[in-house]
């Protein structure tokens, strides 16, 4: 099964005192590697991680570790991507989450490692709800 990673969990595996550090670091060291992510949420992630300590320094050794696939191109998904920007525009849906959302669809049964509830909301193609992996 494919795990994604989010731009929540993300920041919160190198951020200690956010709210989901430990929740996240405990999750984290069950699921198999790679966890696939897109660079809309590593961008995100940089900018929230920019005041941590080192926050910048050890989210680069973690995509350097290999331990992340960020094989998905927006390029390759951008009309995918605004329509489903256009869809939730309600919510709003940022565009991390609709690049994550697009990468859910191109696995059978993907999960999304979360600390968003607006994942609950959205869905692949054929309205399919998506399984996450998110706090209690």
């Known amino acids: 099964m494919k795990v994604l990673l989010d731009t929540g969990p993300l920041v919160a595996l ?9 929740w996240a670091r405990g999750t984290a060291a069950r699921l198999d590697t790679p966890l696939y992510t897109c660079e809309a949420a590593l961008a ?35 009309p995918r991507v605004s329509e489903l920007m256009g ?12 690049c994550l959302v697009t990468l859910a ?16 909301i959205y ?3 054929r309205n399919r709800a998506i399984d996450l992996i998110i706090p209690k």
């Open 14 to 22: 190198l951020n200690r005192r956010d709210q989901h550090h430990d």
């Open 123 to 125: 869905r692949r193609r």
């Open 87 to 98: 869809k939730y525009a309600n919510v709003p849906m940022s565009f991390a989450d609709a």
């Open 44 to 78: 995100e992630a940089h900018h929230l991680v920019s005041e941590v300590h080192d926050g910048a320094r050890r989210l680069n050794e973690l995509v350097d570790s290999g331990r992340l696939d960020l094989s998905f191109r927006y390029y390759s998904h951008a």
């Open 105 to 120: 669809e191109t696995f059978p049964d993907p999960r999304v490692f979360t600390v968003d509830q607006d994942f609950t």
